[in-house]
C-alpha cells in the first residue's frame, strides 16, 4: 500500500510547523498511520548535516557546499525514512523538501537553477510530494511573528537584505505553485491558526480520505 507524501513549504515565519503540528494532532486523534519529519534533519545522519549547516560559527561555508549538505541531507532522508514510510501505506508530513532548495538556493542565492532541479533529481531518486502546501504571507507579517516585541529598533542594512532575500524567496514559491498546479495547494497564511488550519483541512482530507475511510465523518470546523 502506498502512502501519501504531503510537503509544508513557505518563508520562515509563515507557520509551517504549526500548521504541521495541528494536522498531525488530527491524524493521531483518527489513528491514522503518519510520519512527522523535516528537512534538513529527518535522520540522525542528517541532524549532524542539520547542526553544520546552522552553526554560526561556520561563517565561511560557501553557499555550493551548504546546497551539497542540503543534498546530502535529503538523499539520506529519502532512503531512510520517506522511501520506507511511504511502503508502509503512512501519511507524510514533511517540514520543507526539493522546493525550499530551488526557492532559497537558486532565487534567494542565485544558485543555478538547472544545478538545483539535477540535485534534487540525484538526491530524490525522482520522489516527488504527492501534495505541497504552500502557506503564502507576506515578508514583513512573517517578521513580526517571529521578532522579540522588546527590539523595536530600525532596520539595518542586513536586516534589509535579508528581506529583499525573502522577498525573492516568497517570489519563488509562488512562482513554483502556479508552474506546478496539479502538486500545490496556495494558502494564505494570514488569519489565525484555526483559520488557516480549517483551509488546510479542506485540502487534505478529500486527498487521504480514499486511503484511511475513517476520516469519512470528518466534520470541517
Ligand atoms: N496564524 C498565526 N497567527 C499568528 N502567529 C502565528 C500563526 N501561526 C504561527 N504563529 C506564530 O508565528 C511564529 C512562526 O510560526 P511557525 O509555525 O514556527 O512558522 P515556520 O515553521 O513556518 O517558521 C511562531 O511563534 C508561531 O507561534
Ligand atoms: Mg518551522
Redesign the pocket.
Known amino acids: 500500500m502506498a502512502g501519501i507524501f504531503i510537503t509544508f513549504e513557505?518563508i520562515?515565519?509563515?507557520?509551517?510547523?504549526?500548521q504541521l503540528g495541528m494536522l498531525a494532532a488530527l491524524l493521531a486523534a483518527h489513528s491514522i498511520p503518519h510520519l512527522i519529519t523535516r528537512e534538513p534533519g529527518g535522520t540522525l545522519v542528517g541532524n549532524k548535516i542539520r547542526e553544520i549547516i546552522l552553526d554560526p560559527t561556520h561563517n565561511k561555508l560557501s553557499s555550493k557546499t551548504e546546497l551539497l549538505l542540503y543534498a546530502a541531507d535529503r538523499a539520506q532522508h529519502v532512503f531512510e525514512e520517506l522511501k520506507p514510510s511511504l511502503e508502509k501505506g503512512e501519511i507524510i508530513l514533511c517540514d520543507r523538501y526539493t522546493d525550499a532548495t530551488i526557492a532559497y538556493q537558486a532565487y534567494g542565492r542565485k544558485l543555478p537553477v538547472k544545478l538545483i532541479n539535477q540535485l534534487n533529481l540525484i538526491a530524490t531518486d525522482g520522489l516527488a510530494p504527492d501534495l505541497t502546501l504552500l502557506f503564502d504571507l507576506p515578508v514583513e507579517e512573517a517578521e513580526k511573528?517571529?521578532s522579540n516585541p522588546n527590539s523595536l529598533r530600525s532596520k539595518d542594512r542586513l536586516e534589509q537584505e535579508q528581506r529583499d532575500f525573502h522577498q525573492r524567496v516568497r517570489q519563488a514559491y509562488l512562482a513554483l505553485a502556479e508552474k506546478f498546479p496539479d502538486r500545490f495547494r496556495t494558502i494564505s497564511a494570514l488569519?489565525?491558526?484555526q483559520e488557516?488550519f480549517y483551509q488546510v483541512s479542506q485540502v487534505v482530507i478529500p486527498k487521504i480520505k480514499s486511503l484511511y475511510p475513517s476520516l469519512n465523518n470528518y466534520v470541517f470546523c
Do not use: E
Not at 12 to 18: A, F, I, V, W, Y
Open positions: 513557505g520562515d515565519g509563515c507557520g509551517k510547523t504549526t511573528r517571529m488569519g489565525t491558526s488557516i
